[in-house]
């Protein structure tokens, strides 16, 4: 089992900066890549950037490249996501997530709220 607990979320005017982290405990070896994700009110979840367990890759969705980065400190047990000139359109809940494989992700955490105001 593994166990995420994200952290770093807030209110923040446009333009600023936010960095989330997610923290994670348990069978943490195992980790094959980790993920950020958010869920806007009334929207579908989306992907947001993901990031191997080598750090060495990364991949972002088109509206974050450039303004987000995603990073790992394997001694630490943590992934974050620096969120700089944010914009009211990247409010939502933002998810971590624990993939195994190459698939799906297996587990998530809990959330934390970032809201972006203009």
């Known amino acids: 089992q593994v166990q995420l607990v994200e952290s770093g979320g807030g209110l923040v005017q446009a333009g600023g900066s936010l960095r989330l982290s997610c923290a994670a405990s348990?069978?943490?070896?195992?980790?094959?890549?980790m993920g950020w994700f958010r869920q806007a009110p009334g929207k579908e979840r989306e992907f947001v950037a993901t990031?191997?367990?080598?750090?060495?890759?990364?991949y972002y969705v088109d509206s974050v490249k450039g303004r987000f980065t995603i990073s790992r400190d394997n001694a630490k047990n943590t992934v974050y996501l620096q969120m700089n000139s944010l914009k009211p359109e990247d409010t939502a809940v933002y998810y971590c997530a624990d993939a195994r494989g190459p698939g799906s992700y297996d587990y998530w955490g809990q959330g934390t709220q970032v809201t972006v105001s203009s």
């Open positions: 348990g069978r943490t070896f195992s980790s094959y890549r």
């Open positions: 990031i191997s367990w080598s750090g060495g890759i990364t």
